[in-house]
């Protein structure tokens, strides 16, 4: 009945965790994940992952984004730091500026800030800002 197979399946999944903000809901105050990260109700403060972030199309977020990658359908006021692809889709709002090793943004999304771009922009930006605080 209980085997190793079953819990070695079951340690697998332990790392792909997920958080879900789901619409109608509002949270004050910085969140940090290192699972995934969906948006769909509102987010007024500081939002770090260590993977994928999704604001959904009723998501909203007042306040900076960090992550490996993000796509983006919601509204964002912030600055955006994205390692890897940060993607604005549809309907898309994002005042701020942009920080994206690579960036794909459709016809009808809205972008108002300035956007750095390249493989190692995000990485950069820490570098200096450790060199800063020296």
């Excluded at 919601?74 to 701020?96: E, S, W, Y």
């Amino acid at each position: 009945m209980f085997n190793s197979k079953s819990k070695s399946s079951f340690e697998g999944n332990a790392g792909n965790d997920s958080t879900m903000i789901g619409a109608g809901t509002t949270i004050t105050g910085d969140m940090e994940s290192n699972g995934d990260i969906r948006i769909d109700g509102i987010l007024k403060g500081n939002l770090k992952g260590k993977a994928k972030i999704i604001i959904g199309t009723d998501g909203v977020v007042e306040g900076n984004i960090e992550g490996l990658q993000a796509d983006i359908m919601g509204q964002v006021t912030g600055t955006i730091k994205v390692q890897d692809l940060l993607f604005l889709h549809g309907k898309t709002q994002v005042n701020g500026d942009i920080y994206a090793g690579k960036l794909q943004v459709e016809p009808t999304a809205v972008f108002n800030g300035s956007c750095h771009m390249g493989a190692n922009v995000v990485e950069l930006k820490k570098e200096v800002a450790n060199a800063v605080n020296l």
